[in-house]
């Protein structure tokens, strides 16, 4: 693919930089500006939520309750969960796709970008109302006790506990509508803005990926939001959605929550396997193999995602019917998965490989989230879940889909466009140190909670059986140096913003191979305004 | 952008707002989505069955219909009560189980109480395990049909007529037959973080 650039030397004169001080970002419409909120929202969210894993797993040090009591432990289980899927994996790869998306397609900016500061500043509101949930109950003394009901927020429960599961229930709808709004700006951008001769068959896979996460999200964001609607209304509105007592169903709730629920984890995935739709070809050195089956694969798995929900509620006495389907359902969905995986193997295949940061994040991936495809085939199975179900062995699977799959997908695209972002080199030997330092305490973490779970031992129960104790104290021990890997991470981003090597407009040798966007084009970094005028795609 | 001539602003943002329109109709459309499920869930539990592994529910009327008792086996049916959080009664079975012949009648009788000091309506929700029983087991009349009533302080003893279908496979010899007991109105009903014993207080 060659580009004749339009861009360069002769919009000086026109090219006004940034406002100065606190109006450049609290105003900004700038997509890179924006972009780059969101990632250090993220980074924010990731220390927050990172702290209440480590009270997580100091209190599952030993067998008893050590430090706190049951309720504000199973608080910190929901708070967790909720601040890392919706505060830092939905926030980064948000952010990515500010920053990256018109730069691949050669657009000038985000198709709508005064809504995107919006959806941009519905977050750190959104936060706020989460940290006020979490002290609602010391704040506001007698109004109830700590919201303890995990993130999938079931009634019974989420009905009678207090103030602070309302504060939870606006935080969520103030996320959904900034997801909400930054999906449709981003679907807007990649139908509409595309420089000629972008066809939607040369786009860079991660703008694919997000494409499908986008649609994903408009489709099912606004049925969570309806659902926790419904639950405040049967709060304080007297309605009996999901109250037994008053006709409702509380089952009916765990179907509204898993239908957002399931796809939500492929939202999660997705945008990182658009990262590693770039960074194998990148340092394989090889256009990736199957472009057009990742693409297709992508979609089925979005379609097949949407239906196969209830694989999360094989205990609740579905009919046998039901039960089937989403079984078989669910299975179908290693085949999409497999596909992805089998075409990054492939792509790597012969190539020439060189293993920088980013593509050994892209090697663990595979290996860790093929790990994740195992485990959750026999979560697929009904029989066998019926033992598995809210285990430790189900928290091992979602770990290791979650974190290789979304979180170091995530990280190896911060390595991989740091350069791009900043204009320094990171420092190679500190990458690669963190990610040894992190793959193998994530391993240490969470690998022997797949045998604590087959042993029986119960996930968000802030107390165990003593035979559990070794498999937990390795554990904790694993999570305490992933969480402390996490401050090189931080070193790492601070030093390269700082300065460093004057990184090239090509930081990789391999970047422009097979389907790469338009950002290489430009310097790094890339001026305040890009592609003011239309680059040509030829 | 994408069209040839890049100058024309104008007919971008009219794309754009023709996009955007058709977007915000899906997200209005899955957000009415979800309230929708509520009657079709209700519909598809009702004509499908999906929300019950055991076929029939509960808490349904049998037809009076005489079986043949069966008098080669005894199963043993045991008898369980629950009070659900904010329902400030007492609940108990008179008696705790029973040997009975499949195609048997069989009476049991059920005591609650009104603690409080106020009138409280609340409906029992029944259950049967293990559920491949649920079926065989025929309610006549049960306290569960319909909601109840107690004036404060008011005590009642309250009856279950049921039988057990002789088709009732041989392997199951041991049934519970447990209700849980629900406060209707759930903002009288004294909250779950107000009983002390509960919760306990944050240090
Ligand atoms: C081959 C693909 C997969 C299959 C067959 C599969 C299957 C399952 C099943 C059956 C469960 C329910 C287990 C239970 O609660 O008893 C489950 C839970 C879960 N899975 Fe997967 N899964 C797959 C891939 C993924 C991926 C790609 C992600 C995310 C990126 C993911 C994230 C999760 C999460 C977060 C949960 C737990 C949710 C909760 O209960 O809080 N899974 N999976
Ligand atoms: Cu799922």
């Known amino acids: 693919m060659s580009v004749a650039t339009a861009h360069d030397d002769h919009h ?72 890392m899927v919706f505060g830092m994996v939905m926030p980064a790869a948000a952010g990515m796709a500010n920053w990256m998306i018109p730069l691949m397609i050669g657009a000038p900016d985000m198709a709508l970008p005064r809504l995107n500061n919006l959806s941009f500043w519905l977050l750190p509101a959104a936060a706020l109302m989460l940290i006020l949930s979490i002290l609602a109950p010391y704040l506001f003394p007698g109004s109830g006790g700590p919201v303890n009901t995990g993130w999938t927020l079931l009634p019974p429960l989420s009905i009678q506990n207090g103030i602070g ?11 959904g509508i900034s997801s909400i709004l930054a999906s449709i700006n981003i679907v807007t951008t990649i139908l509409n803005m595309r420089a000629p001769g972008m066809t939607m068959m040369k786009m860079p896979l991660f703008v694919w990926a997000w494409f499908f996460t986008a649609l994903l999200l408009i489709a099912v964001m606004p049925v969570l939001a ?25 089952i009916l709730f765990q179907h509204l929550f898993w239908f957002f629920g399931h796809p939500e984890v492929y939202v999660l995935l997705l945008p990182s396997i658009g990262v590693l739709g770039l960074v194998i070809p990148t340092f394989a050195r090889k256009p990736l193999f199957g472009y057009k089956a990742l693409v297709y694969g992508m979609g089925v798995l979005a379609v097949l995602g949407m239906v196969v929900w209830a694989h999360h509620q094989y205990t609740i006495g579905m009919s046998l019917f039901a039960t089937n389907y989403f079984m078989i359902g669910t299975i179908l969905i ?18 020439s490989m060189t293993f920088e940061t980013p593509m050994l994040f892209g090697i663990a991936i595979i290996l860790m ?60 030997r500190l990458g690669k140190i963190f990610f040894w330092w992190t793959t193998i305490s994530f391993n240490i973490t969470f690998f022997p909670q797949h045998f604590s779970g087959l042993a029986g031992m119960p996930r968000r129960i802030v107390d165990y059986s003593i035979q559990y104790t070794e ?31 004057k990184a090239p407009d090509k930081p990789w040798e391999g970047s422009q191979i097979g389907t790469p966007g338009l950002e290489w084009t430009l310097p790094s970094p890339p001026p305040f305004h890009s592609f003011t005028q239309a680059p040509v795609v030829k | 952008m994408n069209s040839d001539t890049p100058s024309s602003a104008g007919q971008l943002a009219a794309k754009n707002r023709k996009t955007i329109r058709r977007l915000w109709l899906v997200v209005l459309g899955m957000f009415g989505f979800g309230f929708a499920m509520v009657p079709l869930y209700r519909l598809a539990c009702e004509v499908g069955g999906i929300n019950g592994v055991a076929g029939t529910p509960a808490g349904r009327i049998a037809a009076a219909s005489v079986m043949p008792v069966d008098t080669s086996r005894l199963i043993t049916v045991q008898f369980d009560s629950t009070i659900n959080s904010g329902l400030p009664w007492e609940f108990h079975p008179l008696e705790r189980q029973k040997q009975v012949h499949p195609g048997q009648q069989v009476a049991v009788k059920y005591y609650v109480k009104n603690l409080s000091d106020q009138p409280i309506v609340a409906q029992a929700v029944p259950g049967v395990t293990p559920w491949q029983v649920t079926q065989h087991l025929k309610k006549l009349e049960c306290f569960c049909f319909t909601q109840q009533t107690l004036q404060p302080g008011e005590a009642r003893e309250m009856p279950v007529y049921f039988m057990i279908d002789p088709a009732v496979d041989k392997q199951y010899e041991t049934v519970t037959l447990s209700y849980t007991f629900m406060n209707t109105d759930r903002d009288a009903a004294p909250k779950p973080e107000q009983h002390a014993a509960m919760t306990r207080r944050i240090p």
């Open chain 1, 334 to 351: 290693s085949i999409p998965v497999g596909l992805m995986l089998m075409n990054f193997i492939f792509t790597m295949w012969r190539g």
């Open chain 1, 226 to 250: 309806g659902a926790v609607t419904m639950l405040l209304f049967d709060r304080h509105f007297g309605t009996s959605f999901f109250d037994a007592a008053g006709g409702g169903d509380p």
């Open chain 1, 471 to 501: 498999f937990n104290m390795i554990s904790s021990i694993g999570g305490f140096l992933f969480g402390l890997s996490h401050l090189l991470f931080l070193y790492i981003i601070i030093q390269t913003i700082r300065g460093g090597k």
């Open chain 1, 12 to 83: 000086d004169s026109h090219d006004h930089g940034p406002p100065k001080g606190w109006q450049r970002w609290v105003y900004s419409t700038n997509h890179k500006d924006i972009g780059t909120m969101y990632l250090f929202f993220a980074l924010f969210m990731l220390f927050f939520g990172g702290a209440m894993a480590m009270y997580i797993r100091a209190e599952l040090f030993m067998p008893g309750v050590q430090l706190a009591n049951p309720d504000f432990y199973n608080n910190m289980v929901t708070d967790h969960a909720l601040v």
């Open chain 1, 369 to 428: 989230f093929s790990f994740a495809g195992v485990t959750g085939v026999m979560l697929a199975v009904v029989p066998a879940d019926m033992q598995y179900h809210d285990t430790m062995f189900v928290v091992a699977h979602f770990h290791y889909a979650l974190i290789p799959g979304a979180v170091f997908g995530l990280y190896a695209g911060v390595f991989y466009w740091l350069p791009k972002w900043t204009g320094h080199m990171y420092d190679e």
């Open chain 1, 165 to 175: 599961m309302d504060f939870t229930i606006f935080a969520i709808h103030m996320l």
